[in-house]
């Protein structure tokens, strides 16, 4: 059973717009929730994370909203540039315990900025 | 060298071989992890190993058998792979904290191919 859902699979933005992805969980233990931003032939790398004591979280032109009581949360890409162009991957995780090394994660979203 | 590094970058095997990929970590990390990464499942934990000892075995077929040396070295021995087995495996590590280790840094991964 997904736990973590991921929309849209793909995105085609211009460049100057704004690029939004959403994920939604279903697990409420769920408290820490990060970004994984990947590019072709890297590994993932961590992006921006948020936890739920805050509703946004923003850093240069990447912004996390999280709607606690709706259990979701979705990634906004302010003035998308060609570079921004990868696979983006939310996650989840308790953080308690050893259950603290576990992310779950959604099933990616290719964006694509155009010039 | 710096972060995680992953060798072969690039693996092609029979079923009936054995192989085994490697992982290095340069970060001090106390734990390292496992990931089968695939177009019908993006990012798929596999095995969690914490100071260590592994705590997670994410109900992985015997055919995949990982091995923790110490805290800086992972390796995942493979043996009678199936066609469906060819993916991009990416290790990753992080600091385990007792309020929950978080941030996971991947390594570029290895491309396996099952003929």
């Known amino acids: 059973q997904q736990q973590v859902k991921q929309s849209p699979q793909s995105l085609i933005v211009q460049k100057g717009g704004i690029s939004i992805i959403n994920c939604a969980y279903e697990n409420t233990a769920f408290d820490y929730f990060p970004w994984y931003q990947q590019f072709p032939g890297k590994g993932p790398a961590l992006l921006i994370a948020?936890?739920?004591?805050?509703s946004e979280k923003k850093e240069g032109r990447f912004t996390i909203s999280f709607n606690k009581s709706a259990k979701q949360f979705s990634l906004h890409i302010m003035d998308s540039q060609p570079g921004d162009s990868a696979t983006y991957f939310c996650a989840a995780a308790i953080s308690r315990g050893a259950a603290g090394n576990k992310l779950t994660f959604g099933g990616g979203t290719r964006v694509l900025v155009k010039p | 060298e710096t972060g995680v590094t992953q060798t072969p970058r690039h693996l092609v095997m029979g079923m009936t071989n054995k192989k085994s990929l490697k992982c290095e970590q340069h970060?001090?990390?106390?734990?390292m992890y496992w990931y089968k990464q695939s177009a019908k499942k993006p990012l798929e934990l596999m095995f969690v190993?914490?100071?260590?000892?592994?705590?997670e075995n994410n109900s992985v077929p015997s055919r995949f058998s990982p091995e923790c040396p110490n805290s800086s070295h992972l390796f995942l021995h493979l043996h009678t792979l199936q066609p469906e087995d060819s993916a991009l495996y990416l290790c990753?590590?992080?600091?385990?904290?007792?309020?929950?280790?978080?941030?996971?840094?991947f390594g570029p991964g290895t491309r396996l191919t099952v003929t």
């Open positions: 190993y914490s100071l260590e000892e592994r705590v």
């Open positions: 990753a590590s992080s600091q385990f904290l007792a309020g929950g280790g978080y941030e996971q840094y």
């Open positions: 948020i936890r739920p004591d805050v």
């Open positions: 970060l001090g990390h106390n734990a």
